[in-house]
């Protein structure tokens, strides 16, 4: 075969690569049909651009919470994210989540895949949410029973769909194995809890306060190592 031969064959054979690659790059915006069955599959995150309120109106199930308009949360939300998994993402109607997964994959997610017309599309085609807004919120006075009296409790303020909380839950479960009893857990729903939050001038989650013998005497914000638990459970 010629070299011009060679030349021809191979060309249509480059061409098609390209234009699957290409094909791959732009298939970005799945619709809520699509969008529904890739996330049945285990190993994907799914994440949610729009306001805790919007948040707590509906949100489809397992989704993690950072607000592409407070830049401040999402930056920290965000770095607890694989990069190496897939990303779903989606707002209200597409226009917050495609500027959030055009800033992800400029910063190394190597998956991002946008809900097409958002929640409005989704609820367009009747697809189920999950709503946090018929639960009925911890009162101030549940709250004090819960750690008042003798002894020692942590109090874990998170949220199912707060990324870095979600980190500490296999912190909280081997804390509890290795000081099982020295302490009683409580656990407070962000997303659900908004007035004793207000109360306690909580802000940012997840949120760790140490009661002993009825008075606060430890609170920090953000991740927390185990070592670090210990420690101030062990204090006197």
Known sequence: MSH???????????????????????NISLPPSDFKNEISHADV?????????????????????????????FMERIKYVDKTK????????????????????????????????????WKTASLPLEGAANIKQMTMEEYQSQVAGTGTVLVDFGAEWCPP??????????LQKDMNGQFKLVRVDAGV????????????????????NGM??????????????????SNN
């Open 216 to 233: 606060e005497v430890w609170r920090k914000e953000g991740v927390t190592e185990l070592a670090e638990f210990k420690k101030e459970i």
């Open 165 to 174: 909380c979600k980190k500490m839950e296999p912190v909280l479960d081997q």
């Open 193 to 212: 809890d908004v007035d004793v939050m207000k109360k306690l001038d909580i802000e940012g989650i997840p949120m760790f306060i140490i009661y002993k």
């Open 4 to 26: 011009s031969s060679k030349s021809l064959f191979i060309l249509p054979i480059v061409v098609l690569i390209l234009s699957f690659g290409c094909y791959s790059q732009t």
């Open 86 to 121: 897939p990303v779903y993402i989606y707002c209200l109607s597409g226009g917050r989540s495609a500027a959030a997964a055009k800033w992800m994959r400029e910063n190394g997610f190597g998956s991002v895949y946008e809900l097409k017309g958002g929640i409005s599309a």
């Open 45 to 73: 995150q799914v994440l949610d651009v729009r306001t805790s309120g919007e948040y707590q109106s509906g949100h489809i199930q397992h989704s993690l919470l950072a607000d592409w308009n407070n830049r401040e949360q």
